[in-house]
């Protein structure tokens, strides 16, 4: 029949609107700011940073390689690298962001940051509430503003944070066996090794011949 597609996608529209005036699950409208629907778990606004543990410097996964500066289409992202390094999760030493700011009157939200950062270290907050009368300074967050906690990252995005962290504890896991292997490996090599020879004792002088 000509135009039987049209017609079921009306009646499913209809269907759907009519919905919304009875069923309390589909209500689209609240009273904001004093009703608040809760953002869903796909929600992005700005990026953030992660850190683990409690010390945000220290935990932070950032390591300032400046992959995202760098794809940003916006060019939003501002990263100054360290000169010395700190450890991170696995223990590497690596270097970190003495700045990191984000100009979020600028950013998109296209979340390319958060697709090419090979460390885990920045993803997408829900966060959507961060008008200010600062029309600069109130909109650029430094490295502090912007760093939370994975324990928050688990909060607002559950099942992406768990898969995050399961990727890194295996990457972890992968090299701790390889450093435990090599360990293994050099005892091994040390052991089976023979023994160094005695070290020859020096020769006693010879006597000189005295006076006849």
């Keep these: 029949m000509l135009g039987e597609g049209i017609l079921k996608g ?75 390094k700190k450890p991170d999760y696995v ?7 003495v700045r990191f700011d984000i100009d979020i009157s600028v ?10 950062c090979p460390f885990e270290a920045i993803k ?3 966060v959507f509430e961060l008008a200010t009368d600062d029309r600069f300074g109130g909109l650029l967050l430094d490295r502090e503003k912007l760093s939370k906690s994975n324990e928050y990252y688990h909060t607002i995005h559950p099942t992406e944070a768990t898969e995050v962290d399961a990727r890194l504890a295996e990457e972890k896991a992968k090299v701790e066996a390889k450093a435990k292997a090599a360990a293994e490996a050099a005892a091994a090599k040390a ?22």
């Design 124 to 126: 997408m907050d829900t």
């Design 91 to 97: 223990g590497k030493p690596q270097n970190y962001p």
């Design 191 to 212: 052991a089976a090794a023979p023994p160094a020879p005695p070290a020859a004792k020096p020769e006693a002088p010879k006597p000189t011949g005295g006076a006849e």
């Design 10 to 84: 009306l009646a499913e529209t209809a269907k759907n609107f009519a919905g919304s005036y009875v069923s309390k699950e589909r209500l689209t409208t609240v009273q904001y700011p004093e009703e608040r629907v809760a953002p869903i778990e796909a929600t992005r606004n700005f990026p953030f940073l992660v850190y683990d543990g409690e010390d945000a410097f220290a935990g932070l996964r950032c390591v300032s390689c400046q992959i995202c500066e760098k794809e940003c289409p916006p060019k939003c992202i501002y990263i100054e690298k360290s000169k010395d």
């Design 107 to 116: 950013c998109m939200s296209c979340q390319i940051c958060v697709e090419v």
